[in-house]
């Protein structure tokens, strides 16, 4: 049983349910997983304490949240020690096309290399579009996206594009590589 420190980065929370799922695979796998907003970190976390880390972050503007990609960078040499693995959430990845498909991939590559990690695992993961949660002028812009790429415009609900096979599938073979 491996001890796994779990963190993740999150704007409107896909990120975070998509961590609280692949916490419940390593679970179910004899592991030991310990959910974490990379955010808001208890003062005495420290990665000497696990076995092995996952780290998931989404994709807004362009880039992931830049308090896990200060962490990354400021953890990298006990990261690259550790049997890890990185998920990318990305909008652009529900697109469905292989063009937003590799676009998404670059943006999880360029992650890895400006901070120097090179986790064991990688995924890039489609989110969702959460219009109730945004206010109105991200609501507008990202109608205007979506319509731009075919997507949802129906602002009155929200669009979940996350494969939760694909989820657990990622989650469970980090988890048999670890035993």
Same mark, same amino acid.
């Given at each position: ?16 349910i998509i961590a609280e799922r692949m916490a419940e695979v390593l679970e179910a796998a004899g ?9 808001? @970190? ?6 000497? /304490?696990?076995? %092995? !880390? +996952?780290? *998931? =972050? ?53 992650? @890895? ?6 986790? /064991?695992?990688? %995924? !890039? +993961?489609? *989110? =969702? ?35 939760w096979d694909e989820v657990e599938s990622f989650a469970a073979e980090f988890a048999d590589a670890?035993?």
């Amino acid at each position: 049983m491996a001890r796994v420190a779990l963190l993740y980065g999150t704007t409107e929370g896909q990120t975070g349910i998509i961590a609280e799922r692949m916490a419940e695979v390593l679970e179910a796998a004899g592991h030991d997983p310990a959910l974490f907003h990379a955010g808001h @970190l208890p003062a005495d976390f420290t990665l000497a /304490d696990y076995d %092995a !880390v +996952v780290i *998931g =972050a989404s994709v807004h503007v362009g880039s992931h949240q830049r308090y896990v990609t200060r962490f990354v960078a400021d953890h990298v040499d006990d990261l690259n020690r550790l049997p890890s693995a990185f998920f990318s959430v990305s909008l652009t990845a529900a697109e469905g096309s292989e063009e937003a498909w590799a676009t998404a991939r670059g943006l999880l590559e360029d992650f @890895l290399a400006e901070t120097g990690w090179e986790p /064991d695992a990688t %995924a !890039v +993961v489609p *989110g =969702a579009l959460k219009y109730s949660q945004y206010g109105t002028l991200k609501r507008f812009v990202m109608k205007r996206i979506a319509k731009r790429a075919g997507g949802d415009t129906d602002i009155s609900r929200d669009y979940e594009y996350t494969d939760w096979d694909e989820v657990e599938s990622f989650a469970a073979e980090f988890a048999d590589a670890l035993d």
